[in-house]
């Protein structure tokens, strides 16, 4: 799986939007980005996948760049329960029957200020 | 969407003891379930991938003689922490992939934290 490279740690201002970045330049055509958070003492939780088109759900957007080099995530109006820890990982798509483990970095520490 | 159940959230025990986790996917079946260790301030690595009806597969490192996993049914996976010590103290997490969704995700268990004393 291609590796990534995220700041260590971010501040954001209390309804602001929050703007995670991740570089992964060696990503393979058939990778996908993937992004996960982890809560203080508790299991990581999805956030939102893609390809290369941009994705929004009710989380977040994802934006990819064309090359596909790099990929920002975007919480649109952060709340204090926001805060976290962000894993932006890059990986191919879990097939019906394979047994494809997420692999996770360090990941960027977002705290939201009151 | 998809919930894993994981149990205990936290327990303390002795050295020399045996810990037993479990991890239920409670609205889907999953035929993978993994098992993460994460100590403080440190991020996710991976033990081991549990197969449903057969051995698990361990990462480079991990004792599977310590670790012992079990996976028997397809909403059930078990991790035994065997003759616990202090540096098996660490947060447990385990994850699951729904078989039939077509979902290209997996879903969390909430953690155990344990304590060996």
């Known amino acids: 799986d291609a590796k990534t490279t995220q700041p260590t740690s971010m501040d954001c201002a209390e309804g602001r939007a929050a703007n995670l970045p991740c570089n992964h330049s060696t990503i393979s055509g058939n990778e996908y980005v993937y992004w996960y958070r982890q809560i203080h003492s508790q299991g990581p939780q999805y956030i939102i996948h893609?390809?290369?088109n941009n994705e929004t759900n009710e989380m977040a957007s994802l934006i990819i760049t064309e090359d596909r080099k790099s990929s920002t995530l975007i919480l649109p109006h952060a709340t204090l329960r926001d805060t976290a820890v962000y894993y932006c990982i890059v990986r191919v798509a879990l097939s019906n029957f394979g047994n494809e483990k997420l692999t996770f970095g360090t990941g960027t520490r977002l705290t939201i200020i009151p | 969407g998809a919930v894993v159940s994981q149990h205990p959230s936290r327990v303390i025990c002795k050295s020399g003891t045996s810990v037993k986790i479990e991890c239920r996917s409670l609205d889907f079946q999953a035929t993978t379930m993994f098992w993460y260790r994460q100590f403080p301030k440190q991020s996710l690595m991976l033990m081991a991938t549990?197969?449903?009806?057969?051995?698990?597969?361990?990462e480079q490192g991990v004792e599977k003689d310590k670790f012992l996993i079990n996976h028997a049914s397809l909403t059930l996976s078990t991790l035994t922490v065997t003759s616990a010590h202090p540096e098996d103290s660490s947060f447990y997490i385990c994850?699951?992939?729904?078989?039939?969704?077509?979902?290209?995700?997996?879903?969390f268990g909430s953690g155990t934290q344990l304590s060996v004393l």
């Open positions: 994850s699951a992939r729904p078989l039939t969704w077509g979902d290209e995700k997996l879903f």
């Open positions: 549990s197969n449903e009806g057969s051995k698990a597969t361990y």
């Open positions: 893609g390809l290369k």
